[in-house]
Nanobody, 123 residues
Framework: HVQLVESGGGLAQPGGSLRLSCAFS????????MSWFRQAPGKKREGVAG????????YVADSVSGRFTISQDNAKSTLYLQIDSLKPEDTGMYYC?????????????????RGQGTQVTVS
């Protein structure tokens, strides 16, 4: 079955960097898209970056463009999110998610599978 396990979060200072990892199971290999979402307390879940699994096409939300980079390493079955120039507003729970429907990778409603999340706190 599909399993997604995030790691790499923690407490970081403004201006610093973090690299989040999402280890995914073999059943995830057939997914169409994988993405990172975040949710801050009292705020709506926000998609921050995604990747088309069949190629190298990626997208990053305008709000984090230039600071967030998504990548995948299929040999290691891992999805990454590099976060640079951390800001306090980056604080939140970060989830990776997978969808098998296809179409627009930006469609948050298509993501059925997600991990437990990893907490990022910037202070």
């Amino acid at each position: 079955h599909v399993q997604l396990v995030e790691s790499g979060g923690g407490l970081a200072q403004p201006g610093g960097s973090l690299r989040l990892s999402c280890a995914f199971s073999e059943d995830t290999y057939g997914s169409a898209c994988m993405s990172w979402f975040r949710q801050a307390p009292g705020k709506k879940r926000e998609g921050v970056a995604g990747v088309l699994r069949s190629g190298s096409v990626t997208y990053v939300a305008d709000s984090v463009s230039g600071r967030f980079t998504i990548s995948q390493d299929n040999a290691k079955s891992t999805l990454y999110l590099q976060i640079d120039s951390l800001k306090p507003e980056d604080t939140g729970m970060y989830y990776c998610a997978a969808q098998f429907i296809g179409g627009d990778c930006n469609n948050a409603n298509a993501y059925y599978y997600r991990g437990q999340g990893t907490q990022v706190t910037v202070s």
